[in-house]
């Protein structure tokens, strides 16, 4: 072991974590980007290395939020909370949690983007609010347009997190009273050309953030350029965002067997089949919930006998609704999703296994309960259509 | 001229946007302007949308108390349906509610505030040995509090203070007798209480998929049915985080109190209180809850039920039309219209909630003292071991002070953590007696119900309407609003201005002590 290795091993015992914990720590990160066992020691030294420099500066601004992705993102463990805003990143201003207030927050906001200009990672939450002259959300007496435009340009990289901060979120649906928008449509209107790291679902995973901490500040992927080649077309990580719910879903089974559950409570509920007919959206949310789980992998949506309601969708709130219902056509294997927009010719496209299963669970139907843009989903339900014959609610 | 006004904006740690302004004249504050700074409309967008969206939606109005919204959200359209949850699903509700009132007042007490009672940097002047003494005779927990100086003398050294930046380290404001070694105690617990209110959220994360925004209790019930290997998953870790309750988050509040009985003579506000009660019991009655529902009006420490008729919103001094104001929620509207911040005039996105009229607290100090007053058990005994230890035995009403808010907030928590315990193993009775069904299907086509509850910040009300079954209106009145909402038509002031007036402001540069009392709030 060389002499600096031993500096920081005596470092982490310090704080109570042991070489093997801190190995295990690394082969979770190396899985989470998808890299085989040989790179454990790889990711090893990357962290070894970014410890011993010093950290990197970070703002952390609020938009029109509920704050429900600086919770999130409390709720990680490895690191946690602490370890990211102590020991790896030095966060400059964050409201929900910096020590100062009012103008001394402020100002260390104004500090940290002079003194670091280009060198800072700006993180955005909540929606870009350009309601009322931008006044749908004021900050320090003026419109929080104005700090987006103070900070984005000097910021080397910005990371959206939650779908507020890249679509505008539930914010933006419809009637979108507040005008609501991504921060990457923001900027492209404002024509600042700071690159932008999407990262939706509401709300944000703190496993996701984790892992774009260490692309870019432990393997080096921004300065070298390469994180922005990992990223598809909606500029979300591809390792996080490429494939389905439903591509890694456990209960997944169930769905090739025709084993759904139609009603909450009921007996399929309790043997864990398939919740498509319940309105899962699985098939069209594209992203790893099913690996990464939530809380410290306590559990999901899913796991926890809940259809999911595609909220890492684009435009979800409006795209998903009614949650309930089941999309006429699901997505099944590689195909290109359009904003969220699930394309007509998907059916088309289905496996015959998802087609007899399609056919099986009787799908004629129309849009319901919508507002706004969205494919078509189911009105009514096989189970309530029983209820029905048999003169049950109505 | 006039000095102009002190103001804190934004005033961070808090959950949103907020804006303070206080007229200050010889260090005390003589009036005071509180805005909410931030306008989405949730109410707008849940309008014309299915009954059973209103749930995944209307929570995220707030990311620290998703599952109160969630749970007033669910009870709104249960009651506009006409349907009643299982027995089942009532107990696995008020389980995941428990643990988020613990997971949202360890991050209230240790993460947002803190800051205010502690100096961070006293911290580094703590002798280790003499920490370890102190923690002792004060009965909290041990830390290792070498490794925690260290950490802080790090960042110190290494020139980038992180989220410590620029804070009001040497306040004046702080107790000036504090020792540094109590203050090295409260910033190792600071790091400790993020895995405790994270070990609360996974209980929630377990039962609900995740947190924050929860999944499964869907109008009707719960999505989530207990199994063997779960419970036992929920269980130990509830009893976890009951014994950082009592262990450590207690004894340090009861620790540091001490230290700034001075708050005891201020920050009370006006004096009126309302909970609508929380955490319900087998009749499903809002009359009939652990923490009971309940007002009580300045001058009188006596009890009367609430009434959610009562309530009516006013807009004058808000960003919203005319037509908006004078309603009560059930027949409320949002029509946003903004025109300039102005302290005259029209200066926040909040309504002004009045309940027969008056401005009413909503919080923990509300809950406390409704249920103090009615005599609920495990709450008169902490209440009364509390005030004993600062001198005020058989003296409630000193409560109705900043330090009693805070005080409220930390006592509740471990009622709450109590309570749990006996929540968990009640489903465990349950389920022994057979008793497995947690979901009652319904079908939503018209009419209207409120959802009454409280979050960990104090009242909240969700109003829905349905019309051919999709929601044809949609109301909220959050805890935040009763809180933070400005003057009303009248001019009489909102809870949090009423509060800061008259309290001191020794240093109007950095105005601690009105950052202190909004945040007391938990806004």
């Not at chain 2, 008056?358 to 005994?381: D, Q």
């Amino acid at each position: 072991m060389a002499h600096e290795d031993r500096a920081f091993y005596d470092q982490l015992a310090d704080r109570g974590v042991t070489r093997r914990d801190f190995l295990k720590f690394c082969g979770s990160v190396a899985a989470m980007l998808g890299l085989s066992e040989a790179m454990v020691p790889t990711v090893a030294s990357a962290v070894e290395a970014a410890a011993a420099s010093t950290l990197t500066p970070a703002v952390w601004l609020d938009g029109g939020l509920c704050t429900g992705c600086t919770e999130s993102t409390a709720q990680g463990t490895t690191p946690d909370v602490a370890q990211i805003v102590l020991d790896i990143l030095s966060m400059n201003y964050m409201e929900t949690i910096m020590y100062a207030t009012g103008d001394s927050a402020e100002a260390a906001l104004k500090d940290t983007v002079e003194k670091f200009k280009g060198k800072f990672i700006m993180v955005y939450e909540g929606a870009v609010m350009t309601g009322f002259d931008g006044n749908a959300l004021r900050v320090a007496g003026k419109p929080g347009l104005d700090q987006i435009r103070e900070v984005a340009p000097n910021a080397a990289a910005i990371i959206a997190v939650g779908s507020c901060a890249v679509d505008g979120g539930w914010v933006k649906a419809n009637p979108n009273p507040a005008g609501g928008m991504g921060i990457q449509e923001f900027l492209k209107q404002e024509k600042i050309e700071t690159p932008v790291i999407n990262l939706p679902t509401c709300p944000v995973n703190p496993e996701w953030i984790v892992a774009m901490v260490v692309d870019v500040l432990f393997l080096g992927k921004l300065a070298s350029g390469q994180i922005l080649k990992e990223l598809d077309e909606f500029n979300r990580p591809k390792v996080i965002f490429g494939q389905t719910i439903h591509d890694n879903c456990p209960r997944r089974g169930h769905f090739e067997n025709g084993e759904f559950v139609y009603e909450f409570g009921s007996p399929e509920e309790a043997k864990g089949y398939c919740l498509y007919a319940v309105g899962c959206k699985g098939p069209q949310t594209y992203t790893n919930c099913p690996i990464v789980r939530w809380n410290d992998k306590a559990s999901w949506c899913v796991e926890s006998g809940s259809p999911c309601i595609g909220c890492g969708d684009f435009n979800w709130v409006d795209q998903n609704a009614p949650f309930l219902n089941r999309f006429r056509q699901i997505g099944i294997g590689d195909y290109k999703q359009t904003g969220g927009y699930v394309p007509g010719n998907v059916a088309a496209l289905a496996g015959g296994v998802v087609a007899g299963a399609l056919v099986v669970h009787g799908l004629g139907m129309k849009a319901a309960g919508r507002i706004g843009e969205g494919p078509a989903t189911e009105d009514m339900k096989d189970y309530d259509r029983k209820r029905m014959k048999k003169g049950g609610d109505k | 001229m006039a000095t102009p006004n002190v103001v804190i904006d934004p005033l961070t740690r808090i959950e949103g946007h907020m804006r303070v302004e206080c007229e200050v004249e010889n260090g005390v504050i003589k009036d005071a302007w509180v805005s909410g700074t931030l306008f989405r409309g949730m109410e707008q967008v849940l309008k014309g949308r299915a009954p059973s969206d209103a749930f995944y939606v209307a929570q995220r109005i707030c990311g620290v108390c998703p599952i109160s919204h969630g749970h007033a959200s669910t009870m709104s359209a249960e009651a506009a349906m006409g349907v009643t949850i299982p027995n089942g699903a009532r107990i696995v509700r008020n389980i995941i509610e428990a643990a988020q009132f613990l997971h949202s007042h360890i991050l209230w007490f240790y993460t947002l505030a803190a800051l205010d009672y502690i100096d961070p940097g006293k911290a580094l002047e703590a002798n280790i040995a003499d920490t370890y003494a102190l923690a002792q005779a004060a009965g909290t927990t041990t830390s290792n509090f070498k490794a925690v100086q260290d950490k802080l003398a790090g960042l110190v050294a290494g020139g980038q203070l992180s989220i410590f930046s620029n804070g009001w380290f040497n306040h004046p404001a702080y107790a000036q007798d504090m020792p540094p070694e109590l203050a090295l105690i409260g910033v190792a617990h600071y790091l400790e209480a993020l895995e405790m209110q994270a070990e609360a959220s996974r209980v929630i994360a377990i039962m609900g998929g995740k947190f924050p925004h929860f999944m499964t209790s869907l109008p009707g019930g719960t999505a989530w049915v207990p199994t063997e290997e779960k419970i036992d998953d929920i269980l130990f870790r509830l009893l976890k985080v009951r014994d950082f309750v009592n262990n450590t988050m207690i004894p340090d509040t009861l620790a540091i109190a001490p230290f700034y009985k001075d708050a005891l003579s201020y920050g009370g506000g006006h004096g009126n209180f309302l909970s609508w009660g929380v955490f319900n019991r087998e009749s499903l009655e809002m009359k009939d809850r652990y923490m009971p529902e309940g007002a009580v009006f300045a001058g009188a420490l006596k009890v009367e039920s609430a009434n959610p008729d009562s309530i009516k919103e006013y807009v004058k001094h808000s960003w919203f039309a005319d037509s908006d104001g004078d309603k009560n929620p059930a027949q409320g509207s949002t029509n946003p219209v903004w025109t300039d911040y102005d302290v005259n005039n029209k200066y926040t996105w909040a309504k002004a909630p009045r309940y027969d009229g008056k401005p009413m607290e909503a919080g923990p100090l509300s809950r406390m003292l409704v249920a103090y007053l009615k005599g609920v058990e495990p709450v008169k005994k902490i209440v009364d071991l509390t005030l004993g230890k600062l001198g005020a035995a058989g003296k409630p009403e000193v409560l109705v002070s900043l330090l009693g808010r805070v005080a409220a907030r930390n006592l509740e928590t471990a009622v709450v953590a109590e309570w749990s315990i006996e929540w968990v193993n009640e489903l465990i009775a349950a389920l022994k007696g057979g008793d497995v069904k947690f979901f009652e299907a319904s079908e939503p086509s018209k009419g209207s119900g409120a959802g009454m509850w409280e979050a960990p910040r104090g009242a909240l009300g969700h109003w829905m309407s349905i019309e051919d079954g999709r929601i044809s209106n949609y109301q909220i009145c959050t805890p935040s609003t009763w809180n933070i909402g400005g003057r009303d038509d009248q001019g009489v002031t909102g809870v949090i201005e009423q509060a800061l007036i008259g309290a001191p402001c020794i240093d109007p540069e950095r105005p601690m002590e009105a950052a202190r009392i909004a945040r007391s709030f938990d806004p």
